[in-house]
């Protein structure tokens, strides 16, 4: 059974840091692509980050561009996101999703296209 969990996330202050961990378990083999999304109250999901399943291609939405690194560890079946300079507007619920292969450069932060998702991780920026 596939299956993702989320942890790291919390109440920070404005420019602190958080780092977010995605956990897979049951895939058969590293060749999956992460997606990071988030969900504020009151908001649709949107995209935050892309990491390739091999070559560690990524990608970024602007609103965190420059402040978020994403990256993954296929020894510990692991994807990150380092997230600094938070703002309170980065406040949501992230997830973490995942699909078998790579995704094209213009889906690679639209929800659709990821088959399996985590339950979330809480991030609260305090101003």
């Known amino acids: 059974q596939l299956e993702l969990v989320e942890s790291g996330g919390g109440l920070v202050q404005a420019g602190g840091s958080l780092r977010l961990s995605c956990a897979a378990s049951g895939f058969t083999s590293d060749y999956y692509s992460v997606g990071w999304f988030r969900q504020a109250p009151g908001k649709e999901r949107e995209g935050v980050s892309y990491?390739?399943?091999?070559?560690?291609?990524?990608n970024y939405a602007d609103s965190v561009k420059g402040r978020f690194t994403i990256s993954r560890d296929n020894a510990k079946n692991t994807v990150y996101l380092q997230m600094n300079s938070l703002k309170p507007e980065d406040t949501a619920r992230y997830y973490c999703?995942?699909?078998?292969?790579?995704?094209?450069?213009?889906?690679?932060?639209?929800?659709?296209?990821?088959?399996?998702w985590g339950q979330g991780t809480q991030v609260t920026v305090s101003s």
């Open positions: 990491i390739s399943s091999n070559n560690g291609v990524t």
């Open positions: 999703a995942a699909v078998s292969g790579d995704i094209g450069t213009p889906h690679r932060l639209m929800e659709y296209d990821y088959d399996y």
